[in-house]
């Protein structure tokens, strides 16, 4: 029997700000795994930062980032933007990204590596569960912030599924967007959904719009759809935790249905 509601996600938040966050000198640290190019979004920059709020049962980073408290190096704001801004000009990009784990953890930390990228588009990826209105209205006064929140499933009970944590929080994504755009963000161009459907039926993906609409007609038009990209070590999760998708990926890209 699949045991839901296990995981909650406020004592994974206080277990990440214990082990990988600290405060030097009025200074805000965070652990990062490692800093790389990569070909999402067309190219960019991206540093993998440790520590996770949620424990989905799909997630590509568990073995090294998400999952993971201690590993990695601590790295001041300045040294993550250094560090990203040399893959940018090496590479010839114009985006940055933190990816790997939650970036919203220690707020303050991550809206000073985006001000210190201010010349470059930083896609903010995040659950938003943690974006609240003075977080959202952070986001909204920095230009080249762009935020796509990480929907996992279509409902709360996909969400539960997915993530083992309680229905509610799937409700705080949702609100997430809303209080963006009431910040000032555009739908579609400054914030956008994503949202992992490889658990979803068509009624809840329908339910999913419906509710998205509620809050700006065009943002059931630019989900940014996520399926499993079946990595072994991504079977392997969700072997573990009795997940089964309905629609993956291979890591070449090829189309899986009914694994």
């Not at 940055?96 to 707020?107: C, D, M, Q």
């Not at 755009?181 to 914030?191: A, F, H, L, N």
Request: charged share 25%; proline share 5%.
């Amino acid at each position: 029997m699949t045991v839901f509601n296990v995981i909650d996600p406020e004592k994974l938040l206080a277990l990440v700000e214990k082990y990988a966050v600290k405060t030097v000198d009025g200074v805000i640290y965070r652990r990062y795994k490692r800093f790389r190019a990569d070909r999402w979004y067309g190219g960019i920059a991206t540093a993998d930062v440790v520590g996770c709020n949620l424990r989905c049962g799909m997630c590509w980073a568990w073995r090294n980032t998400s999952y993971v408290l201690t590993a990695g190096a601590w790295m001041s704001p300045y040294e993550v933007a250094d560090k990203l801004r040399k893959i940018v000009k090496e590479k010839g990009f114009n985006q940055v990204r933190i990816s790997g784990g939650e970036p919203l953890i220690a707020p303050k930390h991550l809206i000073k590596v985006i001000d210190e990228l201010r010349d470059y588009v930083f896609i903010v990826e995040t659950n938003g569960i943690l974006i609240d209105k003075a977080v959202a209205k952070e986001l909204a006064a920095r230009p080249n912030a762009v935020v796509r929140v990480s929907i996992k499933g279509a409902a709360p009970w996909e969400f539960e599924k997915i993530t083992w944590s309680p229905g509610v929080y799937f409700y705080r994504q949702i609100e997430a967007i809303q209080l963006l755009i009431e910040s000032g963000m555009t739908p579609c161009q400054d914030v956008y959904p994503a949202a992992m459907l490889g658990f979803s039926t068509d009624e809840s993906i329908r339910q999913l719009e419906k509710t998205l609409e509620e809050i700006d007609k065009r943002l059931s038009q630019c989900i940014d759809v996520e399926y499993v990209i079946l990595y072994p070590h991504v079977v392997k999760l969700m072997e573990m935790r009795g997940l089964r998708p309905t629609h993956a990926v291979t890591p070449s890209g090829v189309p899986t249905f009914m694994i």
